[in-house]
């Protein structure tokens, strides 16, 4: 049976991350191979004529999945019957810019359109926030759009998790496919806490923890945690632009799992509404290890946190906490 399209709204499409992302979705890389989609892009004015050229190279692609196209620089158009919302517009963190520079800039988007979504979104529409500061956007767009679900407002940490898949496959010189449930705790800023005390790697003799066969104790709690926090402005470093595929590619695997489901036994980082699970502060938007089924993430509970998580877990909620702080203050 055919299925009926799903409709895709790409904020700041006209931006880098756009550009990457939007034939990923129109590949059936986000929804699945057999799912046709409807892309609504969004952007500003001045960047009309880009997102109108992009709109003619999906065209031109021909994408047998892509069944319309809306491009448009309003805001109400762009939300209108959305099931799923990629929140990319906003203004990127440059070279020497923390995240916190760029939060008065973008927290102010993320209110108004929390309305436009709140208003026009179709009902259960599923939002990703990827735009910096992630979780804090992700947070002001939840707190002004009250009737949408919060279970329903996520922010992008799957790069981050996805980094740290990465490093481990390159240290042990294994595939990244074969390691799995590392976390990312907290923010996606350079406080989160890559953790791999629960994360194992199939091996030919079965799944091992990745402690276990690193055997490096002080590479896993140094050099490992930094690269990977410090990931994003290495990536601006060298391109002189942040992230912009591997952005696009992690935000097709959030949606993909949070729809479709995490495979049996693994877990994957997703920032949500936090309801204080491992003492993390409640009423952020924090990263957490969640399964996913039916379309809906849970929490996975129970892991053991040493001492040392410990202070790495409550040093990242505490930086939410200060931003969620700044965040309203920009807005007053
Ligand atoms: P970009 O500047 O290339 O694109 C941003 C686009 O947003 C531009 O086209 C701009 O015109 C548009 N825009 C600005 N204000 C808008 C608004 N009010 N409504 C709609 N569109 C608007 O930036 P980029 O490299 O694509 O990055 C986008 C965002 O994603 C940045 O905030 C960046 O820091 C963030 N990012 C997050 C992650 C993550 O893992 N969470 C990773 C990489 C980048
Ligand atoms: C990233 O992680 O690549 C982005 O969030 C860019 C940034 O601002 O660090």
Known sequence: MVKEPVR?????????????LVPMIARGVMLGADQPVILHMLDIPPAAEALNGVKM????????????????TDVVEACTGVNVAVMVGGFPRKEGMERKDVMSKNVSIYKSQASALEQHAAPNCKVLVVANPANTNALILKEFAPSIPAKNITCLTRLDHNRALGQISEKLNV??????????????????????NHATVMTPSGEKPVRELVKDDAWLNGEFITTVQQRGAAIIKARKLSSALSAASAACDHIRDWVLGTPEGTWVSMGVYSDGSYNAPAGVIYSFPVTCKNGEWTIVQGLAIDEFSRKKLDLTGQELTEEKELAYSCLS
């Open 175 to 196: 595939q990244v496919s074969d390691v799995k449930n590392v976390i990312i705790w907290g923010n996606h800023s350079s406080s989160q806490y890559p953790d791999v």
């Open 57 to 72: 190279e999906l065209v031109d692609a021909a994408f047998p999945l892509l069944k319309g196209v809306v491009a448009t």
């Open 8 to 20: 895709v709204l790409v904020t700041g499409a006209a931006g880098q991350i756009g550009y990457a």
